[in-house]
């Protein structure tokens, strides 16, 4: 069943990764969903609950934002404060030490960090939820999905050093 799991977590990241080559809005979120499922799966073969309780939730998120942004462009705040609220709910109802606590504070900062649409704040957040899930994908043996966080902290910093700071080189330069 370990190997399964590591074949979940790896047919996820792929999963990912399609989303990001076909970044079209009807293709992201069926990646995306489908990349949370094998995650979950790997999570739950691993007896990682805590961690599938907090995807249950992005699934739920990502149906809802995708609809309300399809029709409106904008999550009111009160549908981001529903989520948040039920994930509080949701830690406050499982048993867990410390570790087990790291999908919750990063499904709560993500579910913000996506909510709101900076996309420099975006890229912060990736940064520093990946930094949290490395450290809890080992603690529950995960590791296809550090191949997944590492990704993500190269891709982030990269992305914050050529569009954040490049942009801020420019921007200096232009003034003087």
Do not use: H
């Not at 792929?14 to 094998?38: G, H, N, Q, W, Y």
């Not at 990682?48 to 939730?57: D, F, G, K, R, Y």
């Amino acid at each position: 069943m370990y190997i399964l799991s590591q074949v979940l977590g790896v047919a996820g990241i792929i999963s990912m990764l399609a989303s990001i080559a076909f970044d079209t809005r009807k293709k992201l979120p069926v990646f995306e969903m489908l990349a949370i499922i094998l995650f979950g799966l790997q999570y739950f073969i691993l007896k990682a609950i805590p961690a599938v309780i907090m995807l249950i939730i992005l699934f739920i998120r990502c149906i809802v934002f995708f609809y309300i942004e399809k029709k409106y462009k904008k999550v009111p705040f009160f549908i981001l404060l529903i989520f948040l609220a039920l994930i509080i709910v949701a830690a406050s109802i499982m048993k867990y030490g410390i570790m087990e606590g790291f999908p919750v504070i990063s499904t709560f900062i993500y579910t913000i960090g996506i909510w709101q649409k900076n996309t420099n704040i975006q890229r912060i957040v990736t940064l520093f939820i990946s930094c949290i899930l490395i450290g809890y994908n080992v603690y529950v043996r995960a590791y296809s999905l550090l191949i997944w966080n590492i990704f993500e902290i190269i891709t982030s910093l990269i992305a914050i050093y050529n569009i954040n700071l490049n942009d801020k080189k420019t921007k200096k330069g232009r003034m003087l």
